[in-house]
T-cell receptor, first 118, second 115 residues
Framework: DAGVIQSPRHEVTEMGQEVTLRCKPISGHNSLFWYRQTMMRGLELLIY????????DSGMPEDRFSAKMPNASFSTLKIQPSEPRDSAVYFC????????????????FGAGSRLTVL | GESVGLHLPTLSVQEGDNSIINCAYSNSASDYFIWYKQESGKGPQFIIDIRSNMDKRQGQRVTVLLNKTVKHLSLQIAATQPGDSAVYFC??????????????FGPGTRLSVLP
């Protein structure tokens, strides 16, 4: 398995531009997570999908951020318009989420997308 | 003004010595814990995990200890090698009402292996 695949690996854009980050989870995984990592705040959960349905988006900073999961093999995180404070590394992770009796399972992370907004 | 970032604790150990990295978690209902290793420019990589019904689990050169009484988790690395230099994160899963997952990550500890 190729693991979780994210693109682009690096993006430099100007304030006000739209940014779209992409993620392909591991085949067979039914949960997908978007995290943001900064020096200020560490790893923060932005949004969590289960079976393509958003379960928890309480971490999405504001209306400028949106995420979609149109099918089990693809998700996007969009920022429009982007601002310098959005500069961070954005990680996508996936897992196989099972019923409570089976317990939680390991999150597998992608390599991340480093975003710089000038 | 000056920005204030996370102060990452740093652990420096001599090559060949054992390392112990500690983590305090906050939610007594957390039922699953994972240690991740993150090297510069890469995503967090799974090292070892432990469920709340256990207090110790061993892998290759690594051991995780869980003390639920004081909500403390530790990662022990035996015979630390230069390739172990990285930032290590603990993650706790806080159960949701449905069967979803809710991993919360600690701030991380930077391990520096000295030659």
């Amino acid at each position: 398995d190729a693991g979780v695949i994210q693109s682009p690996r690096h993006e430099v854009t100007e304030m006000g531009q739209e940014v779209t980050l992409r993620c392909k989870p591991i085949s067979g995984h039914n949960s997908l997570f978007w995290y943001r990592q900064t020096m200020m705040r560490g790893l923060e959960l932005l949004i969590y999908f289960n079976n393509n349905v958003p379960i928890d988006d309480s971490g999405m900073p504001e209306d400028r951020f949106s995420a979609k999961m149109p099918n089990a093999s693809f998700s996007t995180l969009k920022i429009q318009p982007s601002e310098p404070r959005d500069s961070a590394v954005y990680f996508c992770a996936s897992s196989l989420s099972l019923p409570p009796s089976s317990g939680a399972n390991v999150l597998t992370f992608g390599a991340g997308s480093r975003l710089t907004v000038l | 003004g000056e920005s204030v970032g996370l102060h990452l604790p740093t652990l420096s150990v001599q090559e060949g010595d054992n390392s112990i990295i500690n983590c305090a978690y906050s939610n007594s209902a957390s039922d699953y814990f994972i240690w991740y290793k993150q090297e510069s420019g890469k995503g967090p990589q799974f090292i070892i995990d432990i469920r709340s019904n256990m207090d110790k689990r061993q892998g290759q050169r690594v051991t995780v200890l869980l003390n639920k009484t004081v909500k403390h988790l530790s990662l022990q690395i035996a015979a630390t090698q230069p390739g172990d230099s990285a930032v290590y994160f603990c993650a706790e899963n806080r159960p949701r009402d449905n069967y979803g997952q809710n991993f919360v990550f600690g701030p991380g500890t930077r391990l520096s292996v000295l030659p």
